[in-house]
């Protein structure tokens, strides 16, 4: 019953919260998301947008420790690893149930990964799953008895425990999936520190404190997440008090709330790369000439300083450097060379075809991306080049882009946060990773020594070598300049200054199991 208040005390406060000076409810946290979630199914997503809300909902077998990209045990609360790194034991933590009242067991954990990864599974057309290439290489789950799950892989993985960690390895209800089939996203059942209560389109997503969650009940009563796409709009209501939270507030605004004592700024640099994918398949990209000119066109120094008001640093490459022990130190950014991309641009005998450039009006860690796409459309049109911007809200977009660019635009703007330096490379720049592959290799890039760079790397278990390898991979990729690479950011949120124990975290997820809201 307690749970239907909230949702209907959450239902109450939203129908006024366009009214100024509008107040959030005593502990209920309201936060104010980029876009509407496209589904509430850890294992159908890919959106940062949506992991946010997700690891509220689930667990997973581990997790990432407060304040780091280190793995912890969560759902399992201890393993063991294999000599040959190719089988590992998990123990599971007894007694916990998914929030529909079904148990968590061995049972449970492998349905979800037959689910996913086998597509004879009866509920494997519960997906589609995207990043299934994560668990590639499991070929079996094992039950050993209720509290015991074994995994099988093909070869050693050195970042399964990390993958395991990401939503994608967060553990639903089997018992839901088989109620809902293809509706599970939108009735979803985890057993995380607060449960689902309501979903109404374009306005809220609704969760209440799961009062027997294993690793203690929050204290906050409820969550509620606002989908907001227009950042003014969110700035608005923060001001107002419609928000507690806020993420991703745009630069120029950050200042206006570091100014008010009645509001908290949070910020801090994570995994974050914001690139261009250029379509190699179709000119005038597919020569690596013009891709080397569009990175040399665009003044990403002006972007990161001007548009971004220093919130971000300019992109050297495919890999972050908050990566450090993995990241390419020795790489230099394309300079702003206009001249040298006019040079270019002779040389692929670009014949001033016009290219078509998917850009966004939103979307997880796109930063300003209308503004970022006409300033990017500037620096090409200045050394030559005829752009034509076509905008798309961020679900829309990622409609368009992640089926890949052949036939329908020459580049697009993109995002991606990861939780390792295998997860981007691996998933949109091996040969393998085409999206009629089930990947999200939009631009169709492909190099044999790259494929063989990221085949080795993440078999390797001495981090040193894999480092080697990594670091190789990113000198080849940013000559061969499949993307035009421009801007690492620092992640940021706002909160009111009574909201408590609110942090931000490398992996840019949203974790309010510990949030208080004292009134």
């Not at 919260?17 to 107040?23: D, G, I, K, L, N």
């Not at 022990?325 to 040079?343: F, G, I, M, Q, T």
């Not at 001033?352 to 459309?377: K, N, R, W």
């Not at 030559?384 to 798309?392: C, P, Q």
Request: without cysteine; proline residues 7%; negative net charge.
């Amino acid at each position: 019953m307690k749970r239907f208040l909230a949702a209907a005390f959450a239902s109450a406060f939203l129908a006024f919260a366009p009214q100024v000076q509008a107040q959030t409810p005593p502990n209920v946290l309201v936060v104010g998301q980029i876009a509407e979630p496209k589904s509430l199914d850890p294992h159908a997503v890919t959106a940062v947008n949506d992991f946010r809300i997700l690891v509220n909902l689930y667990d997973g077998l581990v997790r990432y420790k407060d304040g780091t990209l280190e793995v912890e045990p969560s759902l399992a609360e201890s393993w063991t690893i294999s000599e040959d790194g190719k089988t590992y034991t998990f123990k599971l933590r007894e007694g916990i149930k998914f929030h529909d009242g079904s148990p968590f067991n061995a049972e449970a954990v492998k349905f979800n990964f037959d689910r996913m990864l086998n597509e004879e599974n009866p509920y494997h057309d519960t997906g589609p799953f995207p990043l299934a290439f994560f668990f590639s290489t499991v070929e079996d789950v094992v039950v050993d008895n209720e509290t015991t799950v074994t995994f099988n892989l093909s070869a050693p993985y050195a970042p399964f425990l990390s993958n395991l960690a990401y939503p994608t390895g967060l553990i639903v209800s089997p018992e839901a999936v088989k109620q809902y089939g293809k509706d599970f996203g939108r009735n979803p059942s985890g057993t995380g520190a607060y449960k689902f209560a309501e979903w109404e389109a374009n306005a809220k997503v609704v969760a209440v404190k799961n009062e027997d969650y294993w690793d203690g009940a929050p204290d906050l009563e409820a969550l509620i997440y606002r989908p907001i796409t227009d950042a003014n709009t969110r700035i608005a209501e923060m001001l107002s008090g419609g928000l507690d939270v806020m993420v991703e507030v745009p630069p120029d605004s950050l200042q206006q709330f570091k100014d008010d004592s009645t509001f908290k700024v949070l910020e801090q640099a994570g995994p974050h790369v914001w690139f261009l994918i250029l379509n190699t398949r179709e000119a005038p990209f597919d020569v690596k000439a013009a891709r080397q000119a569009a990175n040399y066109a665009i003044n990403k120094k002006a972007l990161v300083e001007n548009i971004l008001q220093g919130t971000a640093d300019v992109a050297a490459g495919p890999t972050p450097p908050a990566f450090a022990w993995a990241y390419n130190e020795s790489l230099e950014p394309y300079p702003y060379d206009p001249e040298k991309a006019k040079e270019l641009l002779k040389e692929a005998e670009y014949a001033g075809q016009e290219v078509t450039f998917y850009v966004t009006e939103g979307g997880s860690g796109m930063l300003d991306p209308v503004a970022m796409g006409t300033a990017i459309q500037a620096d090409l049109q200045a050394v030559g080049m005829k752009v034509k911007i076509e905008t798309y809200e961020w679900n829309t977009f990622l409609g368009k882009v992640n089926p890949g660019l052949q036939g329908k635009a020459s580049m697009a703007e993109m995002a991606w946060m990861t939780n390792d330096p295998d997860t981007l490379p691996f998933l949109a720049l091996r040969t393998e990773a085409m999206p009629e592959q089930g990947g999200f290799n939009s631009g169709y890039y492909s190099n044999a020594k790259v494929d063989e760079l990221l085949e080795n790397a993440r078999e390797e278990t001495n981090q040193e070598e894999r480092a080697r390898l990594y670091k190789e991979m990113q000198e080849i990729v940013q000559e061969d300049a499949p993307w035009v690479f421009v801007a690492n950011w620092k992640q940021n949120a706002v909160t009111k200054a009574s909201v408590e124990d609110f942090k931000l975290q490398p992996s840019f997820f949203l974790m309010l199991q510990d949030v208080k809201k004292p009134q």
